[in-house]
């Protein structure tokens, strides 16, 4: 059964920093692309950063670049979200998702709640 389970989520001021992980069960994790995810209340899902199996490169959403890291240890099946600077309008439930790179089977984590506010 694949499990995916975010922690590191909190309430913290605007300019401080949170480092989110993704711990991974149940799977291959260096079979799988992974990425982050964050929702804010009444928005759609957007997607904040991704990295592929290989890790040898990554993507974010502009909103991020330049203040969001993402990073994958493959020995400790975890996916990892650095942010710094952060910002009132970063406030999101923040998931992590993980698609296997033959099948495209996707699983998602449930959540886990970022909160920057003063």
């Known amino acids: 059964q694949v499990q995916l389970v975010e922690s590191g989520g909190g309430l913290v001021q605007p300019g401080g920093s949170l480092r989110l992980s993704c711990a991974a069960s149940?799977?291959?994790?260096?079979?799988?692309?992974m990425s982050w995810y964050r929702q804010a209340p009444g928005k759609e899902r957007e997607l904040v950063a991704a990295m592929p199996y290989g890790g040898a490169s990554t993507n974010y959403a502009d909103s991020v670049k330049g203040r969001f890291t993402i990073s994958r240890d493959n020995a400790k099946n975890t996916v990892y979200l650095q942010m710094n600077s952060l910002k009132p309008e970063d406030t999101a439930v923040y998931y992590c998702?993980?698609?296997?790179?033959?099948?495209?089977?996707?699983?998602w984590g449930q959540g886990t709640q970022v909160t920057v506010s003063s």
């Open positions: 149940g799977l291959t994790f260096s079979n799988y692309a």
């Open positions: 998702k993980a698609v296997q790179v033959l099948n495209w089977n996707t699983y």
